[in-house]
């Protein structure tokens, strides 16, 4: 079992920055990829970003070049960065863990980015 708990998500103006994090506690020693989707109202979930235990990443294409992901593996936390937030981001901001062929999913947290 591994049980994801995610921060700092908020309301925020457009131009502005976040940064989200995500701690796993648990069957952690095992993790591999680890990430964020995101869900805005009426529409289906989405992948923001990924990162491996090795630190490879994989970014949506709306994001790149505004948010960035990265994980402290001491820690077993992964972050999102989010700058130049815009408000077609908001949306609530799920973290992501993947143990062999199971994927953990944290509670959200909501991002609202107004204009």
């Known amino acids: 079992q591994v049980q994801l708990v995610e921060s700092g998500g908020g309301l925020v103006q457009a131009g502005g920055s976040l940064r989200l994090s995500c701690a796993a506690s648990?069957?952690?020693?095992?993790?591999?990829?680890m990430g964020w989707y995101r869900q805005a109202p009426g529409k289906q979930r989405e992948l923001v970003a990924t990162?491996?235990?090795?630190?490879?990443?994989n970014y949506a294409d709306f994001v790149k070049g505004r948010f960035t992901i990265s994980r402290d593996n001491d820690k077993n936390t992964v972050y999102l960065q989010m700058n130049s937030l815009k408000p077609e981001d908001t949306a609530v901001y799920y973290c992501?863990?993947?143990?062999?062929?199971?994927?953990?999913w944290g509670q959200g947290t909501q991002v609202t980015v107004s204009s």
């Open positions: 992501h863990a993947d143990l062999a062929t199971y994927r953990y």
């Open positions: 648990g069957s952690i020693f095992r993790l591999n990829a």
């Open positions: 990162i491996t235990k090795g630190g490879s990443t």
